[in-house]
């Protein structure tokens, strides 16, 4: 079901009602406004993830060893890793914070358990989780993949 979220609609359904409170308004405003934070939240998150795999990864640790290093259920990291909307405890995040050696609030600001107040921070984790990605070239598999997948769509 989809709501109807346009404020003039809103207060014209109002007025039929005697100008009477209609509650689902403020239910749709407060959607909207989840609806406009949750970008900011997932493009740092995207960067947390990132930063935790190529640290990581550039001590050769996998995720086991990591687990033990940090003292932290395997599956809290595995979920990290795998899950983009998976939500760190903030115990796991503190002990990521240390063992990366960087301060844990911008951490939990990265991970989506806190909010930015700078909007330079968030186009850096941004920048970083784009930077980051791998531009290895494609197999003969994924590459022909890729094409008959494309051709799919076309064809639709």
């Not at 709501?3 to 207060?11: C, G, R, V």
């Not at 990864?57 to 060893?65: F, G, I, K, P």
């Not at 687990?67 to 395997?74: R, Y």
């Not at 494609?138 to 064809?155: G, I, R």
Request: hydrophobic share 40%; aromatic share 8%.
């Amino acid at each position: 079901m989809k709501f109807n979220t346009d404020p003039e609609w809103l207060e014209r359904q109002a007025a039929l009602e005697d100008n009477s409170y209609v509650s689902v308004g403020g239910f749709v405003w407060a959607v909207e406004e989840l609806e406009r934070r949750r970008p900011a939240a997932e493009l740092t998150r995207a960067a947390f993830i990132r930063l935790l795999q190529l640290a990581r990864r550039d001590r050769r640790l996998t995720l086991e060893q990591l687990s033990d290093k940090l003292d932290v259920e395997l599956g809290e990291l595995v979920g990290l890793e795998t899950d983009e909307h998976y939500s760190p405890q903030p115990r796991t995040v503190k002990k990521i914070a240390e063992f990366l050696n960087v301060p844990a609030e911008k951490l939990f600001v990265l991970s989506g358990l806190t909010r930015a107040k700078d909007a330079h921070f968030e186009e850096a984790a941004l920048r970083f989780a784009a930077r980051s990605q791998p531009t290895e070239e494609l197999s003969d598999e994924e590459h022909q993949a890729l094409q008959d997948y494309v051709k799919f769509l076309c064809e639709r």
